[in-house]
C-alpha cells in the first residue's frame, strides 16, 4: 500500500497547545497509553504530528536519557499510529521527521548533549527486521530506515536501535 499524503507538524519544545489537545485526542480514542500514564503529560513530550486527510493519523514523542553502554545521551523516541492506517509507512515518515527534528533541536542546543535518537522495538510487525543488524534490510521500502543500528537490549529483551546525529563527536 503506498503512503497517503501526509502532513507532518513539528511539536518538539514548541508546546502547541493545539498539537498537544490532537494527541491526547488520539491516544484517549485509542486507548494506548500505558496504564499509570496521563495523555497530558505524555502530550508535553510530543516530537512530530502525522495528519492524514486532516485527521491524526500518527505521533510521536521523545525523551531524551542517558544510554550509559554507548556513553552518551539520546533522545528516545516512540511512535504510534492509527490502526486504520498502519502498513502505510506513517510510522516510517514519523520516525524520519522525528529523526531530522531532534537533530536540528541537538545541533540548536549543543549544551544539551544529545548524541543521536534512540528507539526500543516493541511492534511485533517489526519482528522479521529485528534480525538485521542494521536498518534498512535488502527491502528497497525500508530504505529511508537506513542508521537505526542495533546497539543492545533491554532487561525485557527488546531491541535498542540508535542514529547517531552527524554533528556528534564521542569522546
Known sequence: MSPPDLELRTAWCQQDPELQQAA?????SLGILPPGVEAKDRSEELCVVAY???????????VVAELPHLRNRFAFMR???APDRRGQHIATALTQESARVLSDW????????VAGMAIIVESPALAPLEQFPVWPARD???AGMAGLNLVGYTQAGQQIR????????VE
Do not use: E, M, R, Y
Open 106 to 113: 541537538s545541533q540548536a542546543n549543543p549544551k544539551v548533549k
Open 79 to 81: 511512535c504510534a499510529v
Open 52 to 62: 492524514a486527510d486532516a485527521v491524526v493519523a500518527g505521533v510521536s514523542t521523545a
Open 162 to 169: 540508535v542514529v547517531w546525529f552527524t554533528h556528534t563527536l
Open 140 to 142: 528497497a521500502d525500508l
Open 24 to 28: 491526547v485526542g488520539f491516544w484517549t
